[in-house]
């Protein structure tokens, strides 16, 4: 069973940075999808990055390019997001999610693994 803990969320003021971690354990992750998702306060869980195992391949919503960057680290089976230039509607409960696939995923219904989330607040 794939299990996946995040952490590094907080309070934040606007312009600052936080560089949010999952780390995934439970399986060997060859080929797994790792994205990152939010749910921002009466919203809808929506998309933010995602990378994949094998490889390394990224893709980013566009309210993420060019300000956060996810990444892997093999040895600590972890995956990175950090984000830059925060804004107050960068604000929300952050998920790292898995699944089995040699592609970049970015639906969440796609998505068999989940963690508990972490907590973004950036002031304004």
């Known amino acids: 069973q794939v299990q996946l803990v995040e952490s590094g969320g907080g309070l934040v003021q606007t312009g600052g940075s936080l560089r949010l971690s999952c780390a995934a354990s439970?399986?060997?992750?060859?080929?797994?999808?790792m994205g990152w998702f939010r749910r921002a306060p009466g919203k809808e869980r929506e998309f933010v990055a995602v990378?994949?195992?094998?490889?390394?391949?990224?893709y980013y919503s566009e309210s993420a390019k060019g300000r956060f960057t996810i990444s892997l680290d093999y040895a600590k089976g972890t995956v990175y997001l950090q984000m830059n230039s925060l804004k107050p509607e960068d604000t929300a409960v952050y998920y790292c999610?898995?699944?089995?696939?040699?592609?970049?995923?970015?639906?969440?219904?796609?998505?068999?693994?989940w963690g508990q989330g972490t907590q973004v607040t950036v002031s304004s």
């Open positions: 999610a898995a699944r089995a696939s040699n592609g970049v995923l970015t639906t969440d219904s796609w998505y068999n693994y």
């Open positions: 439970g399986r060997t992750f060859s080929a797994y999808a």
């Open positions: 990378i994949n195992w094998n490889g390394g391949s990224t």
